[in-house]
């Protein structure tokens, strides 16, 4: 079934991009000049046809494919485990905790869960080369203070009445999980975006987004910003993130 139903769709994308083609040949024109920039105008709107239907073709041929048995149950292995990371945060904060207690148990729970360490390095873009051997572990550590004062600073964002796993699916090399948090009386707020990668029979947080920021983005930008204007020195970096501790 999966095959026919993969024939029949490049059957379709054959037949489109045909009919593109031919509407595309030149012009017989009397008028040279005219006739060229009609025919390159003609090209241009049939190649963003093809683009725009292959992009099309794409995401239906997504939709109507079923995920293989072994696909729903990493997806929804994947819910559960993030089902459960969810409840430690909602229950975290709502417990009322403040200041370095609070920051600390934030980093237990990242430290967890999240690979810190392939967000930082992936950060860290050109300058990853630059990194002292000596300094991997100071700068793991002092992520880990930052994006877990970062967590406590926004503590009330994450109050709640129940966290709320609404679907996931696979993408590319990710299992992406989406979350909310129901609150009373208000709208849920931006959803919680989780990116996981498996490995045996485990899972991995390698990015997420929270608030529409996403985690690793949001990082490189920061770092290599202080990188660039360091020229490369690690040390003004490592300053701006212990400013964490003063949060």
């Not at 099309?56 to 939709?63: C, V, Y």
């Not at 089902?83 to 237990?108: E, P, T």
């Not at 029979?201 to 608030?211: A, T, Y």
Request: glycine letters at 6%; zero cysteines; aromatic letters at 8%.
């Amino acid at each position: 079934m999966r095959d026919s139903l993969l024939t029949m769709k490049l059957s379709q994308f054959a037949a489109v991009l045909r009919s593109a083609l031919i509407s595309a040949l030149p012009l017989r024109n009397s008028w040279p000049s005219v006739g060229r920039r009609i025919e390159a105008q003609r090209v241009k709107v049939s190649m963003k046809s093809i683009i725009s239907r292959r992009r099309l073709l794409a995401a239906l041929g997504t939709l109507a494919l079923p995920i293989s048995p072994g696909s729903a149950a990493a997806t929804a292995a994947a819910e559960a485990y993030i089902q459960g990371i969810g409840d430690n945060v909602l229950k975290l904060a709502n417990a009322g905790s403040r200041g370095v207690a609070l920051r600390n148990k934030f980093s237990s729970l990242l430290e967890k869960y999240v690979d810190l360490r392939a967000i930082t390095l992936a950060s860290l873009g050109p300058y990853r080369a630059q990194l002292p051997a000596s300094d991997k572990g100071k700068l793991q550590d002092l992520v880990t203070l930052y994006a877990s004062a970062l967590f406590a600073w926004y503590v009330d964002d994450f109050k709640g009445q129940k966290f709320t796993v609404a679907r996931s699916a696979p993408q590319g090399k990710f299992i992406v999980v989406y979350s909310n948090i129901e609150k009373a009386g208000m709208k849920a707020d931006e959803p919680i975006v989780w990116y996981l990668q498996q490995s045996g029979d485990r899972f991995n947080v390698v990015d997420m987004s929270v608030l529409g920021v996403r985690l690793s983005i949001a990082m490189r930008d920061r770092f290599q910003k202080e990188l660039k204007k360091s020229k490369g020195d690690f040390e003004q970096l490592y300053a701006v993130l212990r400013e964490a501790e003063t949060w």
